[in-house]
Each structure stands twice: as structure tokens, then as C-alpha cells.
Nanobody, 124 residues
Framework: QVQLVESGGGLVQAGGSLRLSCAAS????????LGWFRQAPGKEREFVAA????????DYADSVKGRFTISRDNAKNTVYLQMNSLKPEDTAVYYC?????????????????WGQGTQVTVSS
């Protein structure tokens, strides 16, 4: 069982930045691929970024490449999502998720554990 707690959401103007954090705890929490997903009102939850615990490889959705950076502090079992050049269309609830596999997955159903979500609102 892995517990995930997100923080760092908020309200920001377009072009601004935010950093989300997700602290993972529980048995073998350090051996999970950690990812970020988001869900806007009326839309399905979508993949944003993920990083593998094995080799720290990363993957990003095309919509955030070059603007968002995912990183991981294995000593703290924490994953971060640095979001720069934010756009109104980035507005969503952002969820942290954990997957037992070593390979990065981009589908919601591949992830085993989820955090409660944190709201990010980007005003125009």
C-alpha cells in the first residue's frame, strides 16, 4: 500500500509558474514509477508526466513538453512537477499516481495508487 499526498496547487496568472509536490509513503514506496495526471471539468483524466524509479527516465504529454519538468528526490520519496509558462488550458485538478512497474505508463488504468488531487487554476 502506498499513500500519496499532493501539495502546491493554487491560482496563478497566465505565463506564471507553480511547483507541485507529491510525497509517497508506505512499503516499497521508493520502488514505484510516479506520475502526474490532470482532470479539467467535463474532461477525462489525462497523463501529464511520469518518472521511473529505476533509471529516473521521464516522459511528458506533448501539451506540456518544454514547459513542465518532473523530478524526483528518492531520499524523500517525493516527486515534483515544475510548471512554467502556464496557460489557462492547464487549469485542472492535478493528481499524483504510483505504478509498480519500472516502465513509464501513460494510461490511467496502469496506475495502482492515487493522491487526493490539488487544484491548479490559471487565469488569463
Amino acid at each position: 500500500q502506498v499513500q500519496l499526498v499532493e501539495s502546491g496547487g493554487g491560482l496563478v496568472q497566465a505565463g506564471g509558474s507553480l511547483r507541485l509536490s507529491c510525497a509517497a509513503s508506505g512499503r516499497f514506496a521508493s520502488m514505484y514509477t510516479l506520475g502526474w495526471f490532470r482532470q479539467a471539468p467535463g474532461k477525462e483524466r489525462e497523463f501529464v508526466a511520469a518518472t521511473s524509479w529505476m533509471d529516473s527516465s521521464t516522459d511528458y504529454a506533448d501539451s506540456v513538453k518544454g514547459r513542465f519538468t518532473i523530478s524526483r528526490d528518492n531520499a524523500k520519496n517525493t516527486v515534483y512537477l515544475q510548471m512554467n509558462s502556464l496557460k489557462p488550458e492547464d487549469t485542472a485538478v492535478y493528481y499524483c499516481a504510483a505504478d509498480r512497474s519500472t516502465a513509464i505508463k501513460t494510461f490511467v488504468h496502469d496506475y495502482d495508487y492515487w493522491g487526493q488531487g490539488t487544484q491548479v487554476t490559471v487565469s488569463s
